[in-house]
């Protein structure tokens, strides 16, 4: 083909023209290689709509030829040229269809560009899909355009279009013996790399693997596309190894997935879809994923490759595909917006997503609780994050507990072994699961036999400030200096019960005064609890402070925040109260021993700063017990 041009009488865009190509060459896309992505779409819609003929037209020109798609390229001359076998257009059509961004609408069009938001409320991708404008999206590349087809309707002539990117257009006869679209391109200086098969080969495979049709590469016409989409076939025609498979092309990932969900429904929108749940947080180094996002195609077309806008951030750890029929095959897949389709498509694909968790937890106990060491960390920050989802979120919930340190629980598990009569769901906060059971505040529950849930992730704060009930319990915390438990019909075993005598109250004042003068302003204040069984003391908040879980998520958000002064309450059975009363007020092993204990109970809340300070009273503690 030769680069001269033969003059013609040029057809004038309207003013606007020159706008709108400045838009989406410049404004819409930002990467220059998806004007192939857009031409490959155009000529499998047009192969589409005469597969669609063929069921009911006699007469098509070339009946008997093959429904396909033909890219060559010529290096040397920098020309790309794209054949199809599709429907066709005639003069008027190329007009019509090549000229759309000419029509009256243009101006709306590029007063909903510049404002960013379409008429009555819609987004600007719901203005683009209004426009043909996919097609001059070949501007970004060119430095011109001819388009030569001819009509699937035997009697129909042959026409060609061509344009420069400027203000004018020509269409003329030309011709074309087979029917179908030739899409010529004289390729930008820096633009040649679309000349290499490669690179062109390259792109199909990401942009177009799964067009339906084949799409034949250089002179060999070598099929550059695989044409099929796992995700289209039925679910019952695909077994177990076909989708792990698929993940594996996928991801690069080595190991197959922890569980996997084919999604295919007609209603509210047509959407097929598969997502995975990796066996790992971690990405492996030879990983495709990059970034968080699933594959979001239009009719098999890729049109973004890690689209966050289809499901939350809690569930951005599940890899897959999301297919749909209703997305508008335009300029809108550069950078889908939030419209309908998407609000819609993102509640289909979200549901499916937490079925798929809900039936491993159901089925596969096991593997879900490796999936909760791994992604339970965002199941929490859902809870946390994303109010009105949390109903189903507190399903996938899991506890370590006080009687059952070995393994996960679920609320309804709790639930389902609390004792008769317990009105709350227990739970108790601290910084690791071993060293929380020895807190003091279990000591009444674990003497009452209650279950108690063993909240240690930092996180566990953040979500409980949303979770407060599970079904008509409510979730009580067993620090709370004034949570009432059940009195229970159980006789106190005589293990348990303490040896030690009970003392008049009046008989501790002395000993409540030597505290709070030893600890001085250390503390708000210290005083008797009967709320302690095997523990000398604990630490609770007083009257008027922020909750507990309220002070944690200040403290992991702020590091200046400075925790309040906490109620040292005494445990006046305990032996090491009972004995340090009977200490005369001078002994020196008094004043280290309110020390320690006070710093124990520190300790115990995660509140001690230096604990390397203990080290020099310790040992003089066992010095004078030696002694």
Known sequence: MSDTIPPVQPIPFKAETRQILDILIHSLYTEREIFLRELVSNASDALTRLDFEQLTQREILDPGAELAIWITADPEQRLLTINDTGIGMNA?????????????????????????????????????????????????????????????????????????????????????????????????????????????????????????????????????????????????????????????????????????THLAVDAPVQVYSILYTPQRFERGMFSLRKEDGLKLYARKILIQEYCKDLLPDYLQFIQGVVDSEDLPLNVSRESVQSNRVMAQLKQLVTNKALDMLTKLAADEPESYARFWREFGRFIKQGIAMEPGETADLRLLLRFRTNLHTDEWSSLE??????????????????????????????????????????????????????????????????????????????????????????????????LVDRFKTKLGDKVQDVRMTDRLEDSPVRLVDPEGAPNQEMQRVYRLLREEFEAPKKVLELNPRHPIMVRLNKLPAHDERSDLAIEQVFENALLIEGLLKDPASMISRIHKLIEKALN
Not at 131 to 141: H, L
Not at 200 to 205: F, G, H, K
Not at 220 to 235: D, F, G, I, V, Y
């Open 92 to 260: 008027d059509e190329l007009v019509q269809n090549l000229g759309t961004i000419a029509h009256s609408g243009a101006k709306a069009f590029i007063s909903a560009a510049k404002e960013g938001l379409g008429q009555e409320g819609q987004h600007l991708s719901d203005i683009i899909g209004q426009f043909g404008v996919g097609f001059y999206s070949v501007f970004m590349v060119a430095e011109w355009v001819r388009v030569t087809s001819r009509s699937y309707l035997p009697d129909s002539q042959a026409a060609s279009w061509l344009c420069r990117g400027d203000d004018t257009f020509t269409v003329e006869p030309a011709q074309k013996e087979k029917r179908g679209t030739t899409v010529e391109i004289k390729l930008k200086e820096d633009a040649e790399e679309f000349s290499q098969e490669a690179r062109l080969r390259e792109i199909i495979r990401k942009h177009s693997d799964f067009v339906p049709f084949p799409i034949y590469l250089g002179e060999k016409n070598e099929q550059a596309n695989k044409r099929t989409a796992l995700w289209r076939q039925t679910p019952r025609q695909l077994e177990k190894k076909d989708y792990e498979e698929f993940y594996k092309q996928l991801t690069l990932d080595f190991e197959g997935p922890l569980t996997y």
């Open 413 to 510: 598990t709790y639930v389902s072994r609390m004792k008769e009569g317990q009105p709350a769901i227990y739970y108790i906060l601290g910084d690791d699961e071993h060293s929380v059971l020895y807190s003091p505040h279990l000591d009444m529950v674990r003497k009452h036999g209650y279950e108690v849930l063993l909240m240690t992730d930092p996180l566990d704060a953040f979500m409980l400030t949303r979770l407060k009930q599970y079904k008509e319990f409510s979730l009580k915390n067993v620090s709370q200096p004034d949570l009432e438990l059940p009195k229970t019909s159980e006789p106190v075993s005589d293990e348990t019960k303490s040896t030690i005598p009970t003392v008049p109250p009046e008989d501790w004042i002395h």
